[in-house]
């Protein structure tokens, strides 16, 4: 079991209000300035851009989850590896991401996230 420090537990709560598309209670966590970025795609910036980010990949890949498997605490960022766990939209086959997160944190709040995966292996490769 892995023990969450207290910036991770931030994150952990952070993205279950995310899960629940709770869009209010998951920009209490992050800076309204917040950068974003998935892969090899473009950032997005603010709640708002990353609202947009899962509202395109909900139309390819339903995220019902992820098993945490470690997690690296400094004193303003979190790393966290985990497997993200998706159900494919169109026929609806469970997949498993390896994917390692990134959390930079400054005056309390997330102000950099960055995820690292292969978007490929779920049908979210680079954008043309």
């Known amino acids: 079991m892995t023990v969450l420090g207290p910036l991770a537990r931030q994150v952990a709560e952070m993205e279950a209000a995310?899960?629940?598309?709770?869009?209010g209670r998951a920009a209490e966590f992050l800076s309204p300035d917040i950068r974003y970025v998935v892969g090899g795609q473009e950032?997005?910036?603010?709640i708002a851009g990353i609202?947009?980010?899962?509202?395109?990949?909900?139309a390819v890949v339903?995220?019902?989850?992820?098993?945490?498997?470690?997690?690296?605490?400094?004193?303003?960022?979190v790393v966290i590896e985990v497997i993200s766990?998706?159900?494919?939209?169109?026929?609806?086959?469970?997949?498993?991401?390896?994917?390692?997160?990134?959390?930079?944190?400054?005056?309390?709040?997330?102000?950099?996230?960055?995820v690292y995966a292969d978007l490929a292996a779920i049908g979210l490769g680079r954008p043309e």
């Open 18 to 23: 995310l899960g629940q598309q709770e869009w």
């Open 43 to 46: 950032p997005r910036y603010g």
């Open 51 to 58: 609202r947009d980010y899962m509202a395109a990949q909900s």
């Open 62 to 77: 339903e995220w019902v989850g992820h098993d945490l498997l470690a997690s690296v605490e400094t004193a303003d960022m």
């Open 85 to 114: 766990r998706f159900c494919r939209v169109s026929d609806r086959r469970p997949l498993a991401l390896p994917c390692t997160d990134i959390y930079r944190f400054g005056d309390g709040v997330i102000r950099d996230w960055r």
